[in-house]
């Protein structure tokens, strides 16, 4: 019961911190003609929520006090660095610099962009044209395996959590 409380609450707070990546991310853009900035300021920006979120929300890992409270976040943002790296790679080579390529398998140009789906508003900043798209579709991939590591650094290394028996956790 617990690990799917627990697995129900990150999936939340992931969604949330995902959701605050994308708007980041994307808007940011707009500042810039880079692909890696956005990608930097999106990063930043979904650390800091998911360490509190981890932390108070889907963890419970209060009481600690502020020294080992920033122990977590100093560990917390070096397992993001992994995650980060991986952001910045995918983005790197999928988007800036083999772009074209994968747009073509992908054959995203054959899409008709002025579809009701594509033209709403609020999805055209996103997903409006294959550059767009192309973007999006591999800011998901890097999201999804961010999360899934995410996971378990946050669980077994920064917040320590290990099972004492089958209902209660201990936190170290």
Same mark, same amino acid.
């Given at each position: 019961?617990?690990?799917?409380?627990? @697995?129900?609450?990150?999936?939340?707070?992931?969604?949330?911190?995902? $959701?605050?990546?994308?708007?980041?991310? =994307?808007?940011?853009?707009?500042?810039?003609?880079?692909?890696?900035?956005? $990608?930097?300021?999106?990063?930043?920006? /979904?650390? !800091? =929520? *998911?360490?509190?979120?981890?932390? =108070? @929300?889907?963890?419970?890992?209060?009481?600690?006090?502020?020294?080992?409270?920033?122990?977590?976040? @100093?560990?917390?943002?070096?397992?993001?660095?992994? $995650?980060?790296? !991986?952001?910045?790679? !995918?983005?790197?080579?999928?988007?800036?610099?083999?772009?074209?390529?994968?747009?073509?398998?992908? &054959?995203?140009?054959?899409?008709?962009?002025?579809? *009701?789906?594509?033209?709403?508003?609020?999805?055209? &900043? @996103?997903?409006?044209?294959?550059?767009?798209?192309?973007? =999006?579709?591999?800011?998901?991939?890097?999201?999804?395996?961010?999360?899934?590591?995410?996971?378990?650094?946050?669980?077994?290394?920064?917040?320590?959590?290990?099972?004492?028996? /089958?209902?209660?956790?201990?936190?170290?």
């Amino acid at each position: 019961m617990i690990k799917r409380k627990e @697995f129900l609450l990150y999936s939340i707070a992931g969604t949330l911190g995902t $959701v605050i990546y994308f708007f980041t991310r =994307f808007y940011s853009k707009n500042l810039t003609n880079s692909v890696l900035l956005p $990608v930097i300021i999106g990063q930043v920006c /979904a650390i !800091i =929520f *998911a360490f509190f979120a981890n932390k =108070f @929300f889907v963890f419970k890992n209060t009481g600690v006090g502020f020294k080992k409270s920033c122990k977590q976040f @100093f560990e917390f943002c070096l397992g993001r660095i992994v $995650v980060f790296m !991986i952001d910045l790679g !995918i983005a790197h080579y999928f988007v800036d610099k083999y772009g074209n390529f994968w747009i073509n398998v992908m &054959k995203l140009r054959q899409i008709n962009y002025q579809h *009701a789906f594509f033209s709403q508003p609020m999805l055209h &900043k @996103f997903i409006g044209n294959p550059y767009l798209l192309n973007e =999006f579709i591999f800011t998901l991939l890097s999201q999804t395996i961010g999360v899934i590591i995410n996971y378990v650094v946050s669980k077994r290394i920064v917040f320590n959590i290990q099972r004492k028996n /089958a209902t209660e956790m201990v936190y170290y």
